[in-house]
């Protein structure tokens, strides 16, 4: 067993400090754009690549919230798109007149986002706004309307701070981009 967290790590993309100002930020920028609501705010993490982010991200957000899951799949063991996405895990509450904020780590050929902003859009909430750790542009080929964005970074397979690459590196502080013998 591989017992160094950073094993096949090549360098940091984004380091821990950058993502932790980055955070204040957008939570300062959300808080603003919903404390006028009167309806209640659910945040919806895309499991499970989005769990780390979120866990931080709530609590920059200083208004009253929830939190759900959803676990949608598109991609296999790999690093392409397969293109076809589950819906692995429904959420548990209802969130018709409700505002969503759905919390992405990652927004790449956009089809995951696509299925599950459809899926969400369909219970009738009340907006549904989407906020995404990193957004890879050049990648896109679904247009897929994006509030919140943490990073624009390059075309390159990230891994880190949520996102994994074969379940392993989540746990890192910073996002990071990993060998390419670790790929083989
Ligand atoms: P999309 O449907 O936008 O192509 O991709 C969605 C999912 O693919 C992301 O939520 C993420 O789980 C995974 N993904 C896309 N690009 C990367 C990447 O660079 N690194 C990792 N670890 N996962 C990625
Ligand atoms: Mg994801
Ligand atoms: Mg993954």
Known sequence: MKKNVEFGIKKQLITKEEIQKRLKELGTQITEDFKNESEPLIVIGLLKGSIVFMADLIREIRLPLEIDFIEASSYGE????????????????????????????????????KKVLQLLGSRNPKKVSLCTLLDKPERREVEVDVQYVGFEIPNEFVVGYGLDFNENYRNLEYVGIAEPSVFE
């Not at 392409?80 to 429904?90: A, G, H």
């Not at 209802?94 to 050929?109: H, Y």
């Open 78 to 113: 790999g690093t392409q798109s397969s293109r076809e996405v589950k819906i692995l895990k429904d959420l548990r509450s209802t969130i018709s007149g409700k505002n969503v904020l759905v919390v992405e780590d990652i927004i790449d050929s956009g089809f995951t986002l």
